[in-house]
């Protein structure tokens, strides 16, 4: 029995690195899509969502079958919630990758980012593709020095959202109305997803330190 | 024990009741500072959803040392790990309540909506007002009609989404690019509060149902 149990929990956690996975290719290709105005890929991305919501699903049905099943205590009771919370995180990164693909696509043939915010949505995608591999990273090693890297690349992701706002409020931005929504919307996807994947490194050093309560990897 | 036990489970119950009534207060008091400019109220809100925070933190715990005390199975075990994924819902419904009255502090003293769409965000702010209350009742009465009735408003509200772009798009909007993004964040967090409303009644229909999948409540 416990031997079961033992291999369900690992099967939870690779589980998790697999999700990461397709969360970290989803905006790998959301971001080459949207750079490039490929609407071939857009759609990919668009269809590949379905898999990680399912693979979710699963993860979630598996992780709550162990608590009923198996009413672990302690550190893999905190494994177990944990990787609720996770995968809820993983899949709403997905959903996000997912949104910058839709734009992508309602644009097509125009390149949604004008080009004097060219650079910097180069630089969010650079940052957003980082965070994504290092959660995935993270997940497998449980190496806090990679969460504290997450935590810092998305400092850098959010002054870039607030550089955004400034660009679009200068006298200089001769854009139209409707440009200017999508680059807004844009930036806050890429940060959002961000967010999410600072959230992930959370609830891994919570794992690693035994405690409901963050140790302090930085950021807010 | 089974008293105790039982008495824990109600206690994780009133508390998703108390924290959904601090959010329908919350965008009802965002809705009335961001229409009126009103910075004072703006400020409340903004200070109160550490309280939100807090109290879901507090729920979280309970639950999860319910789980590692106690062991629930079947419907027990469903409301505890319903109730972890509503509490992050409704925390989430708060977040988007603040950002909706940091906008008003932001703009303070304009109206962060010009008027072309004045009509169209004192409709939302209407919508996630019901949406939030009948949250609070769905999850006193267990009522799936109350359910349906949110998930019915949610779809006002994505229509109200949808024609706030189809406004900023159109010929005759001839507001800032810097108007035009606020607009945009705002419609957002308007949608992405029902949106999470919806959620929550999802994860009713299924405690009701005693399924982890939902019922057909309606809705995407």
């Known amino acids: 029995m416990r031997k079961v149990f033992q291999d369900e929990l690992a099967q939870v956690g690779e589980e998790l690195v ?8 989803a905006i790998e290709n ?9 609407v ?3 759609q990919d991305v668009i269809a590949a969502d379905a898999r990680i919501d399912f693979l979710q699903n699963a993860l979630d049905e598996r992780a709550i079958d162990i608590l009923a099943l198996q009413g672990p205590v302690a550190s893999d009771l905190r494994m177990i919630v944990s990787s609720l919370r996770m995968s809820a995180s993983l899949e709403r990164m ?11 696509r309602l644009r097509y043939p125009s390149q ?10 180069r630089k969010f995608a650079e940052l957003d593709v980082q965070i994504a591999r290092k959660v995935a990273e993270l997940l497998e090693s449980r190496d806090l020095n990679v969460a504290r890297e997450i935590v810092k690349l998305n400092l ?13 409020a200068s006298g200089e931005w001769a854009e139209s109305a409707s440009t200017s929504v999508d680059v807004a919307l844009a930036s806050r996807y890429f940060e959002r997803f961000a967010d999410h994947g600072v959230s992930v490194a959370r609830k891994v050093s919570y794992l690693v330190n ?4 963050p140790e302090d990897i930085g950021g807010a």
Do not use: Y
């Open 18 to 25: 697999e999700i990461s996975k397709l969360v970290a290719s």
């Open 30 to 38: 959301a971001s080459t899509a949207f750079e490039s105005a490929d």
């Open 40 to 42: 071939d890929l857009a």
């Open 94 to 104: 997905g959903d996000l990758a997912r949104h910058i693909a839709q734009l992508t």
């Open 112 to 121: 949604v980012i004008p080009a004097p915010l060219a650079d910097t949505f």
């Open 156 to 168: 850098e992701v959010d002054e870039l959202h607030a550089g955004v706002f400034k660009t679009v």
């Open 210 to 213: 035994g405690e409901w309560q």
